[in-house]
């Protein structure tokens, strides 16, 4: 089998079910099994994959994990030589999931290939970045982030200036979907279980390079992320730390990253610096 897809449910079943659709819509020449992972939500999911889509494979984890480990849960029982990694909330465009397999396999020295995430209106989402630093966050969560450097910062950050159409090596892609092969998941370990949500997505991205390979971000596959960022978008969104749990989470992961790499300057073959 040539590809594992492992979709992620945390009260997500209705997405789920319309994503599966669009898996088998789409996919023509690659050969596939779907896995769903219940973050111990007990849905209905299990239920409505029981009379819909008998044939994906269910793992019920009995609670929720997190992000990172739950993923995992599913990688573990993956039979295909490649894994992707799919959030609930991706609808896959025709021949993406073909072409993205097709392109990893005749590149083996990718590590991550990232297809180019889209809104519902058709515009290029803002999915590649560079790897954030603590500046990134003071900015992007402050009224610093309005100062002129605050300002070219995060274009450059973002990589808003960047030819989105372009094949491209990157620091670090969202993690809404990440192929990888399935071995060389298995040698890093998966996703850090440290990162129940966010950051999980730049952590593994940056251990892809540092083990040699590369992250590459392939728009000729593209899929429709109904994104909605609920914490770092506005310069007062520090304020959000009081009243927002999801924001709270994302500081607290983004922490334990400074804390991993704290004094480690090794970003494998791409090096932050040069850019």
């Not at 954030?132 to 990589?159: A, E, N, S």
């Amino acid at each position: 089998m040539k590809l594992s897809i492992v979709i992620l449910n945390y009260y997500s079943r209705y997405l789920i079910e319309f994503a599966i659709k669009r898996l088998k819509e789409t996919i023509r020449t690659t050969t596939y099994e779907i896995i769903v992972v219940d973050n111990g939500t007990y849905d209905g999911t299990k239920e409505m994959l029981n009379e819909l889509y008998p044939e994906v494979i269910f793992v019920q984890t009995g609670k929720n994990l997190g992000y990172s480990a739950g993923n995992n849960a599913g990688v573990a029982v993956a039979q295909g030589d490649y894994v992707m990694i799919m959030n609930p909330d991706i609808f896959v465009q025709p021949h993406a999931v073909d072409d993205l397999v097709s392109y990893i396999s005749q590149h083996n020295d990718i590590g991550l290939l990232a297809p180019q995430l889209i809104n519902g209106d058709g515009s290029v989402q803002m999915s590649i970045r560079t790897f954030q630093t603590l500046m990134t966050v003071i900015y992007r969560r402050t009224p610093l982030g309005l100062t002129t450097f605050g300002k070219q910062h995060l274009k450059k950050f973002l990589m808003e200036e960047v030819d989105h159409s372009s094949i491209m090596d990157v620091d670090w892609a969202l993690g809404a979907c990440h192929l990888f092969p399935k071995k060389f998941f298995d040698e890093l370990d998966g996703y850090d279980p440290r990162f129940q949500l966010y950051v999980e997505d730049m952590d593994m991205c940056r251990r892809v390079w540092i083990a040699g390979k590369r992250v590459v971000y392939y728009p000729h596959a593209q899929m429709i992320h109904l994104h909605a960022q609920a914490s770092a978008s506005s310069p007062w969104a520090f304020m959000k730390i009081f009243t927002n749990k999801l924001t709270r989470w994302h500081i607290v992961s983004f922490l334990k990253y400074m804390k991993k790499f704290w004094n480690n300057n090794n970003y494998g073959a791409r090096s932050i610096t040069a850019k």
